[in-house]
């Protein structure tokens, strides 16, 4: 594996992953809402081995963004691996399903689901091509009921269930969704505007359970950090 495209990679979670990834050399392309966050996570990798890192800001919701995105991986000449990191939130904090803004919850769904959607269509035959692998990033609120997480988890809910037909249908694929697990990330701190999270991960610390699915001959299926963090420490 030499080549990734990660989105939502200027902060947390995307940003930690690439970072190691560079240090390995890899070649990656990267996206982010914020192009002056992306601009400066893209100098910071830049500067960690000899890889290429192409930057482009963007939504993942937007076609155009996503026909960029894979422009610019063609360019690369490969793709081993396809992150679809970006996520959106929704309201914050997050309303009870009786109150959920429905136009909001088609955004959440645009981004969380819809894209990383497009980006596997517009990509999928370079990933064929190189038997790559594909990593779903999820989330707990996707499988358990949490209360004022009907938005975000259902559109996770929903990831979750097309990587796993996914799998189904590109059987030489790797296709992982994969769960971090709660992280001191901005979006974590949003969805708890008025709570402490200083006690949570550093999104670095959950990066070597990815690194350890990515490294063996694990089947498609649901992985979360913690399973493979124990594996790393042991």
Known sequence: MTTALITGASRGFGRALAAELASRDWDLVIDART??????????????????????????SDLHHVASLTAATIETGRLD?????????????????AHYPTDVLRQVLE?????????IQATLTMLRETEGTIVNVTSDAAVERYEGWGGYGSSKAALEQMSNVLAAEEPNLKVYW?????????????AFPDDD????????????????????????????????????TT
């Open 35 to 60: 192009e002056a966050d992306l601009e400066r996570a893209a100098d910071e990798l830049r500067s960690r081995g000899s890889g290429t890192v192409t930057a482009i800001a963007g939504d993942v």
């Open 81 to 97: 691996l396809l992150v679809n990191n970006a996520s959106l939130l929704g309201p914050s904090p997050q309303p009870n399903l």
């Open 111 to 119: 981004v969380n689901l819809i894209g990383p959607l497009r980006l």
């Open 178 to 190: 994969f769960d971090p697990g709660d992280m001191n990330t901005r979006m974590h701190q949003e």
């Open 197 to 232: 999270i200083s006690d949570r991960p550093l999104p670095e610390s959950r990066v070597p359970g990815l690194l350890a699915l990515l490294d063996g001959n694990h089947s498609s299926g649901r992985y979360n950090a913690a399973e493979f963090l124990v594996e790393v």
